[in-house]
């Protein structure tokens, strides 16, 4: 199987706070994570790549001082929402890869509501 | 820029019938393409895979289709279940890309019983 797991699954918080949000691989190794953002009824937006022990590769007009990614190993990385905004409440999902293959899979998502 | 475009945003199926789910793409450098589904308020599950160098895979009751000179890829879904309505999303890679995969805007799958 290839199990991707994330944590919370639901963070509320006040504006102006800080949020990590955690993504790991359980039953595998996973070279590259992916994080993206969807709105309602709107397709994946890749916000961002990560690959392990390097600096993340952000999308265009996505801010990386806001959206710090950290991808200490190969079995988690982490997202972590800055100073957060009312703006910036959204559904956040990582995705994982083995090294040598395109296929992604997907955590269960995060729900983030800034108040 | 949309590169991969699902231009039916929802479909509605009576079960046991076929669903057909259209995705077509803009890139000819594409090489890899995958079918996600997903329900909301979860993460998108892994359907399906096609390599550019295929026309066809088949997994059980889901096969997808390639027709790279028309730019176009199919998922189909032989029998539909009413447990198949969901949001298909299909997504498109390029070759030494690092994976990085561009979706579609997704179809809403409706399978009535």
């Known amino acids: 199987g290839a199990v991707v797991s994330q944590h919370p699954s639901r963070v509320i918080c006040k504006s102006g706070t800080s949020v990590k949000i955690e993504c790991r691989s359980l039953?595998?190794?996973?070279?590259?994570m992916f994080w993206y953002r969807q709105f309602p009824k709107q397709s994946l937006m890749l916000m961002a790549t990560?690959?392990?022990?390097?600096?993340?590769?952000?999308e265009q007009g996505v801010e990386k001082d806001k959206f710090l990614i950290n991808h200490a190993s190969l079995t988690l990385s982490t997202l972590t929402v800055t100073s957060a905004h009312p703006e910036d409440s959204s559904f956040y999902i990582c995705?994982?890869?083995?090294?040598?293959?395109?296929?992604?899979?997907f955590g269960p998502g995060t729900r983030l509501t800034v108040l | 820029d949309q590169q991969v475009k699902q231009n039916s945003p929802s479909l509605s199926v009576q079960e046991g019938r076929i669903s057909i789910l259209n995705c077509d793409y803009t890139?000819?450098?594409?090489?890899?393409f995958l079918w996600y589904k997903k329900y909301p308020a979860e993460g998108p599950t892994f359907l399906i895979s096609?390599?550019?160098?295929?026309d066809k895979n088949e997994d059980g009751r889901f096969t997808v289709f390639l027709n790279k000179s028309a730019k176009h890829l199919s998922l189909h879904i032989v029998p539909s279940q009413p447990g198949d309505s969901a949001v298909y999303f299909c997504?498109?890679?390029?070759?030494?890309?690092?994976?990085?995969?561009?979706f579609g805007q997704g179809t809403e799958l409706s399978v009535k019983p």
């Open positions: 995705s994982a890869k083995r090294g040598g293959s395109d296929t992604q899979y």
């Open positions: 039953d595998f190794q996973a070279t590259t």
């Open positions: 990560s690959n392990e022990g390097s600096k993340a590769t952000y």
């Open positions: 890139n000819s450098m594409f090489d890899y």
């Open positions: 096609i390599s550019s160098i295929k």
């Open positions: 997504a498109a890679s390029k070759y030494n890309q690092g994976g990085k995969l561009i």
